[in-house]
C-alpha cells in the first residue's frame, strides 16, 4: 500500500515507518526535519516541510491508501505555557489534514494520540478506553478533540480511522535531551553522569511500553479488523518513577544522584492503561520485560555515543 507518514522522522514515526517497510508498503514521510539518529533511509520519500504548511500537506498525501498522523507541535508542558499556539498548531492543521484526506480518497487515517493524557487523573486503574476523558492538560484536550473531529468526519464524509493511545514509550531514537520521556531522559543524564530530576517524590507511577510493543500494537489496529476504532496500547503495570531510577542504576552500574523538585499540576499520579481490547480484538500483546526493553535502549544510547566519538 502507499502510505504517508506524518511525524516519520521522530521517535514513534521511525519505528513505525521500519516496521511498514518491511511489510513491503510504499513509504512516504512528512516531516519538519530528517532523522536525528539516522541518516536517510535510501526506500523512503521525504517531503520536508512544515506541518502549517496547507499545500505541502495536501501535496504529501496524494495516492496514499493510509495517513499516519505522529505529528504533535506540543509536549504537555509546553502546551499549558500556551495553549492558543496548542490548538492551532495541532487541531486547526490536522482539521485541514483531515479535509485533505477526504478530497484525496485517503481510505484511512491513524491518529496516535495519547494514553497519558486523555484521561486525565483516573478514577481507577488500569484505565479502560470507555473511562471519563478529563484531560489536564492542553496537549490532552487537543489530542481529544482531534479524536473527535475523526469520529465527526467519519459520520459526515465516511472517512475511516482508528485511533490508538499509547502510554508512556521508551527506547532506542528518543531523545534524550528532549524534556519529556522519563526512560530516555534519565538514561541520557546517567550517560552524561548529571543527576536526575523528579517532579514530586518519585511515587507516581507510569506505564512504560518498549517501542516494538507500541509499534506492534499500531500496526495490529491499523490493519486488524474490529468494529471498534480506539486502543489502549501500554504494558498493563505501573511503574513508580523511584523504582525506574533503581532499575536504571543496576543496568548502567552509573550511581545517579536524584533531586526531588516540587510536582507540577499536569502530571497525573498514576497511570496504567487497560489493554484487554487490543489483546482479544488485535491478537496484540505487550511482550517486553522492562528489564530488557532498558538495556536495549541503555545500548542504543552507548553505541551513539561511540558513533559521535567515531
Ligand atoms: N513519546 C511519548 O511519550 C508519546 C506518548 C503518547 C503519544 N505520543 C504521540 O505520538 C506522536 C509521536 O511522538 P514521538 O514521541 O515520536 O515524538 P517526536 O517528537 O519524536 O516526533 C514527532 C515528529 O513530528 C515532527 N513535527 C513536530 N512538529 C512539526 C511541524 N510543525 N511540522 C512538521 N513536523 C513536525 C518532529 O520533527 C518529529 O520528527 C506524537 O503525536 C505524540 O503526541 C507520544
Given at each position: ?169 521508551y527506547g ?11 526512560v530516555?531522559?534519565f538514561l ?20 512504560f511500553?518498549y ?28 511503574t513508580?518513577?523511584?523504582?525506574l531510577?533503581?532499575m536504571i542504576?543496576e543496568i548502567t ?35 517486553t520485560a522492562m528489564a530488557d526493553g532498558l538495556r536495549a535502549t541503555w545500548n ?11
Open positions: 500500500m502507499k502510505i504517508t507518514v506524518f511525524g516519520g522522522c521522530g521517535f514513534i514515526g521511525s519505528h513505525l515507518v521500519d516496521a511498514l517497510l518491511l511489510q513491503g508498503h510504499d513509504i512516504r514521510v512528512f516531516d519538519r526535519s530528517l532523522e536525528l539518529f539516522r541518516t536517510p533511509l535510501v526506500d523512503v520519500e521525504y517531503v520536508i516541510g512544515d506541518f502549517g504548511n496547507r499545500g505541502l500537506v495536501s501535496s504529501a498525501i496524494k495516492g496514499s491508501d493510509i495517513v499516519f498522523h505522529l505529528i504533535s507541535t506540543t509536549v504537555p508542558k509546553t502546551s499549558n505555557d500556551d495553549p492558543v499556539f496548542d490548538v492551532s498548531s495541532n487541531i486547526i492543521e490536522t482539521l485541514y489534514l483531515l479535509e485533505a484526506c477526504v478530497k484525496e480518497n485517503v481510505n484511512k487515517v491513524v491518529f496516535i494520540s495519547s494514553g497519558g493524557t486523555v484521561y486525565g487523573a483516573p478514577a481507577r486503574v488500569p484505565i479502560s478506553e470507555n473511562d471519563q476523558t478529563d484531560p489536564i492538560c492542553s496537549y490532552g484536550i487537543s489530542k481529544l478533540a482531534i479524536e473527535k473531529y475523526l469520529f465527526l468526519f467519519n459520520k459526515l464524509y465516511g472517512l475511516n480511522y482508528t485511533i490508538v493511545r499509547p502510554s508512556n514509550p532506542p531514537r528518543q531523545n534524550p535531551k528532549n524534556i519529556q520521556g522519563a530516555s531522559v541520557g543524564n546517567a550517560l552524561e553522569q548529571l543527576p536526575i530530576i523528579i517532579w514530586g517524590d518519585g511515587s507516581v507511577s507510569r506505564d511500553l517501542i516494538d510493543d507500541l509499534v506492534d500494537g499500531i500496526v495490529k489496529a491499523t490493519f486488524a479488523k474490529s468494529d471498534y476504532r480506539v486502543f489502549n496500547i501500554g504494558s498493563g503495570a505501573g513508580s518513577l523511584n523504582a531510577v533503581a542504576r552500574r552509573v550511581d545517579i544522584d536524584v533531586s526531588y523538585k516540587a510536582s507540577r499540576a499536569f502530571d497525573v499520579p498514576e497511570l496504567v492503561l487497560d489493554t484487554s481490547r487490543a489483546q482479544r480484538e488485535l491478537g496484540w500483546s505487550h511482550k542504543a544510547l552507548l553505541e551513539n555515543r561511540q558513533d559521535q566519538v567515531n
